[in-house]
């Protein structure tokens, strides 16, 4: 396993750190990486991410030289230049150039410290602590690569907010006739009907049947009356959910709502959407749609209080709609996360 420790002036508890940083999160859409240092943070970590060749780079913004942030510097066609001394770094993060010793071996102490990427869902996912022994699958989405879909992956957006916090809130579901009227939800269909949380190896899943329609509130298209609208929720432990909703007939429609942690209060949201009708209403259209549910969901994550996910179930109130919250908090809890804020 890789030697990796909590970066200075981290938010986590160093336990819970050390637990987060053994699970994939994504750190930035792919459309968005190129062969410029591209500049993001993980779980405190300020990270640099670049494409070289075919390969996918992730590693900490640091030039182990003399610890100048690599996102300062550019790209050639070797790598990524640092903009202090010009040392450059390539494949697997390995400096391959030091311009004032162009002879000199280059030792492996002036190498990145690089992080495992995968690409998928049209984002790019990093594991900072992959466990040889026991290595965790990435999340999945459904339909993703199905055909007839349509593979959509909007722009990631900022919450001032635990990652715990506003992936509760995307389970949630009796929030919807209080806070998403504005874009689907009807004020007077309140009630929410009894589901029940299924164990999975992930975390669990929920299939959730209501009267609540997922057209848009101001959409000519709704359902026929009396249709039954199935939810069906996947929660991929810690941060990653995927929804897909059934409309009538075939159409579906796949929302993976995946929260990185940049820190225990700020998270980055990432949302890969696959669709296979209306396939002519243009991706900007769907993305600002989606860019105003979420929106509604942000004054409701970044004020609530405690800041975190209290794991002891002793500490707020709940009410029968809450199922998910539970599983969902409980499922953290066995895992051994503890309260996650250090500070």
Partial sequence: MNR?????????????????????????????????????????????????GEEVVAAKDLCPHRGVPLTLGFADDGGIVCPYH?????????????????????????NLTAFDVEERYGLVWVCMLPD????????????WDSSGFQQINCPGFDVNGFAGRQVEGFLDVAHFAWVHTETFADPENQSVPAYHPVETESGFSVDYRSSVSNYAA????????????????????PFTATLTIHF???????IMNAASPVSARKTRMFAPIARNFDLHIPVQDICDFNRRVFEEDRLMVETQRPENLPSDMTLEAHIPADRSSIAYRRSLKKMGFGEFFLV
């Fill in 218 to 237: 101001d959409s000519e298209e709704q359902a026929p009356e009396g249709f039954v609208w199935l939810r069906h929720f996947e929660m991929h432990l």
């Fill in 248 to 254: 009538p007939g075939e159409s579906r429609l796949v």
């Fill in 4 to 52: 990796i420790s909590p970066p200075a002036h981290c938010t986590f508890d160093p336990d819970d750190w050390v637990r987060l940083a053994r699970y994939w999160h994504p750190v930035a859409r792919s459309v968005d990486v190129s062969t410029s240092p591209y500049k993001t943070v993980l779980l405190d970590e300020p990270l640099v991410v670049y494409r070289i």
């Fill in 132 to 143: 040889a022994e026991n290595p965790v699958a990435l999340p999945v989405m459904p339909l």
């Fill in 86 to 110: 010009g040392l450059r770094f390539g494949s697997g993060g390995k400096c391959n150039r030091i311009p004032s010793s162009p002879e000199q071996a280059i030792p492996a102490k002036l």
